[in-house]
C-alpha cells in the first residue's frame, strides 16, 4: 500500500514547499496541500479533501508547520493517520488570540460587538474565528513529533510543552531557534530531525 505524506504549509507558505522535503522521506509520496486560510472552515474544507483522497490510495501521515498544524489537528483529529511531524505547531489558538487581543489593546466585549477590528501590521481580530475555535478543541492521539525553538516569540509561553505532555507526543526544543526554521544551521538541524525521527519509535517525553 502506498505511504502518503501531506505537507501542510504555515502562514505565508505554500503546498510547493513539500519539495524540500521530498528527499527526507524516502519511501514516502510527499504531497504538498493547497488550503485557503480565510475562515478555518475554508482550511477545513481544502484540507479534508486532501486527506479523502490520500486516503483513498494508501496510508496518510502529516508534517505540518505553525498555523497548518492547527489546522490539521482541528480537521483531522477523527481521521486514520499514521503519524505527524509538527514544526512550531500552533497548539493553543485561543491563547494566541487572547495575546494578540491583549497587544492590540481589545477587549472581549468590543470583538464581540465589532465582529472584525483591523490590526496594525497583522490580519484582523475576528470574533467569528475566536467562536470557531472555542467550538472546535483539540483532540489529538495520533503518535506525534514535535520540533520548535527554545526562542520561538510568536507562540504562548508553554503551550506547546503542555500539548507534548497532555498529547503524549515526543518534543524536541532547538536551542536558541526560532518560530520559523530559516538559517543554514537551523535547517541541518531539521533535516537531521527528521530522519532521526523515522529511524525511532514513536513516544512520548523530550527527544
Known sequence: MKRILLYIHGKGGGPEEAAWYR???????????????????????????????????????????????????????????????????????????????????????????????????????????????????????VPTDILCGEKDTLLPPGSVERFARRCGARLTILPGGGHWFHTVDELAFLRAWLRRMQTQKEGGGRA
Not at 49 to 66: H, I, K
Not at 100 to 111: F, K, N, P, S
Request: hydrophobic fraction near 45%.
Open 23 to 141: 528527499p527526507l522521506f524516502p519511501g514516502y509520496a510527499v504531497r504538498g496541500v493547497s488550503y485557503r486560510d480565510e475562515t478555518p472552515q475554508s482550511a477545513a474544507a481544502d484540507i479534508r479533501a486532501a486527506y479523502d483522497t490520500a486516503r483513498w490510495e494508501g496510508t496518510v501521515s502529516l508534517l505540518a508547520v505553525s498555523l497548518g498544524a492547527y489546522f490539521a489537528m482541528t480537521t483531522l483529529g477523527d481521521a486514520e493517520i499514521e503519524r505527524a511531524f509538527f514544526l512550531s505547531p500552533v497548539t493553543d489558538m485561543e491563547a494566541l488570540i487572547a495575546d494578540l487581543m491583549a497587544l492590540a489593546g481589545v477587549t472581549e466585549d468590543e470583538l464581540r460587538k465589532r465582529k472584525s477590528i483591523p490590526v496594525e501590521g497583522g490580519e484582523p481580530l475576528s470574533w467569528d474565528y475566536l467562536q470557531y475555535v472555542r467550538a472546535h478543541p483539540l483532540r489529538w492521539t
